[in-house]
């Protein structure tokens, strides 16, 4: 990790608990921005933040999956088109601190 190319971020709800908790603070790498499939990244969704674990699709969508069981839709199917026009990938996730899951 370039340490010129990392920042930490607020998590807001817990749609990705018990991976990610409200309030806990997320280490983005913004160097890493070439989606692994699996892996938890922030993403710019329009004018949002999000955190969610995202799959490529073939048809260049993406799937953004919400580690709670709970959270629906718990998978968020996005067509391509809304991925060029939507979606930025700021970076992948590498490390959380805060208060939950310990």
């Known amino acids: ?5 990392v920042r930490r971020f607020e998590v807001k709800g817990n749609s990705m608990s018990p991976t990610l908790f409200d309030g806990d603070r997320a280490l983005v790498d913004m160097g890493e921005t070439e989606i692994i499939d699996g892996r938890v990244y922030a993403i ?3 004018d949002e933040l999000k955190m969610k674990r995202v799959y490529k699709r073939l048809d260049g969508g993406l799937i953004l999956h919400s580690d709670n069981p ?9 067509p391509a ?13 590498r490390e959380r601190a805060g208060h939950g899951g310990l």
């Not at 709970?70 to 996005?78: G, V």
């Not at 088109?81 to 996730?93: D, P, S």
Request: aromatic share 4%; no cysteine; glycine share 6%.
């Open 1 to 5: 990790m370039n340490p010129s190319r």
């Open 44 to 46: 710019r969704y329009g």
């Open 70 to 78: 709970d959270h629906r839709p718990q998978d968020e199917e996005l």
């Open 81 to 93: 088109a809304l991925v060029q026009e939507q979606i930025a990938v700021i970076g992948r996730v």
